[in-house]
């Protein structure tokens, strides 16, 4: 690649850093489009290149949400164990699957996930104070559907995390994020060594992206805690719209 290519990956993982320090996600979301579409990679080798950047931004990010809502050993070994063990079965199944119907299924699970938290910022504040939240001894369960999201997508283990544990178990967003990043890491740790046994990695186009994600990840983590919780999540929930028209709509254009 040219100069300006690289110099345009290493803006495109500054940037990327700075939208997974802000919602406690890795940044695939962007990177693998841009490396399928951009770059031609094939939709198993984009996933498994974004991984190298996503690594160590989530490390970094887990460390600074750590540091403000730290979580209970007991329960990130929980979280985390779970859907590492997950993500290893099902990056398994990735990698000899067609990812068209794949991306589409889970594109409207994530446009659900969606709906569901606009319709929460639209609630009167009353009656999202009656909502029950379930009790904390579950917690850990949710390791299984973040796992099975990285294992499958390379991505959105904290995407399908985070509105479980502020709608179903009543957390803050930003307790949210620091929870889902206890899940992610270690999955996403695992489904990069799968999709690199399986030869579905780019390591220098990750690793370009990575470094400019490590310069600006912790400004992420910075401005999630001065937004109010509201902005946070209404960006939250946008996030995850965009992310699922891209995923439903992506495959379809594909096709034509």
């Not at 904390?136 to 904290?158: D, M, N, Q």
Request: net charge positive; charged share 10%; aromatic share 10%.
């Amino acid at each position: 690649m040219s100069w300006w290519l690289w110099g345009g990956m290493l803006v495109l993982g500054g940037f990327l850093g700075l939208l997974g320090g802000l919602f406690g996600i890795g940044g695939g979301i962007l990177a693998i489009p841009v490396l399928a579409l951009a770059f031609g990679l094939e939709q198993q080798q984009a996933q498994g290149t974004a991984l190298v950047m996503m690594v160590p931004n989530l490390l970094i990010a887990f460390w600074r949400y750590q540091q403000r809502h730290p979580v209970p050993l007991r329960l990130a070994l929980q979280l985390g164990g779970l859907a590492a063990a997950t993500t290893w079965g099902t990056a398994q199944v990735a990698n000899r699957l067609d990812s068209f119907t794949l991306r589409l299924l889970f594109g409207l699970f994530m446009l659900w996930l969606a709906l569901g938290l606009f319709r929460r910022l639209l609630r009167p504040p009353a009656a999202a104070a009656q909502s029950r939240p379930l009790p904390a001894r579950y917690l850990p369960l949710v390791g299984v559907l973040g796992g099975t999201s990285s294992g499958l997508l390379g991505i959105g283990g904290g995407l399908v995390a985070n509105p479980f544990f502020t709608r179903w178990f009543g957390q803050p967003q930003t307790t949210a994020q620091s929870l889902s990043l206890a899940l992610v890491l270690p999955a996403s740790l695992v489904a990069l060594v799968v999709y690199a046994r399986a030869g579905q990695v780019s390591w220098g186009l990750g690793g370009v992206l990575a470094l400019g994600g490590l310069v600006t990840v912790s400004s992420g983590v910075a401005l999630a805690h001065r937004w109010s919780e509201r902005r946070l999540r209404a960006a939250f929930a946008c996030l995850m719209l965009g992310t699922a028209l891209w995923m439903m709509l992506g495959p379809l254009v594909g096709k034509l």
